[in-house]
């Protein structure tokens, strides 16, 4: 007569038949596959890190510059949001006022379309400026 079946011990683990060859392979294979995933890893970039760009100054002496914005041709467009000034830089040129709010309200808030429209608040209001060659 056979022992009576009893529910496996969760301490006390079966043991599993299995080949101690194959074992040792799968381990070691999977040991070469982490140390290498790990050289990757940790092996320095290939790569040479360039040099960030010099900074370049686009505007001076503002007062309270809080926006800015940079259309697909380079222009730069900011505020000068405690004097109410909208200006303008584009490349090679000298900055010019695209806006100016006649009581000093504040403005902000640029942004370009695609189409070059720009638009800006004045305080709460929304603006905006058709493009200017």
Avoid: C, H, W
């Avoid at 010099?54 to 809080?66: I, M, Q, R, Y």
């Amino acid at each position: 007569m056979s022992a009576p079946l009893r529910p496996p011990n969760p301490l006390r683990p079966e043991k599993v038949n299995v080949s101690t060859s194959t074992t040792k392979r799968r381990l070691i294979a999977a040991g070469i596959t982490a140390l290498a995933a790990t050289a990757a890893t940790l092996a320095p970039s290939a790569t040479v890190a360039q040099a960030p760009p010099k900074a370049s100054t686009v505007a001076k002496d503002l007062l309270s510059p809080l926006s800015v914005e940079v259309d697909a041709k380079g222009a730069v467009y900011y505020s000068e949001n405690f004097a109410g000034k909208l200006l303008v830089k584009r490349p090679g040129k000298k900055a010019k006022v695209l806006y100016a709010d006649d009581k000093g309200r504040e403005v902000g808030a640029i942004s370009v379309a695609s189409d070059g429209t720009v638009y800006f608040v004045r305080a709460a209001a929304l603006m905006k400026r058709t493009p200017v060659a």
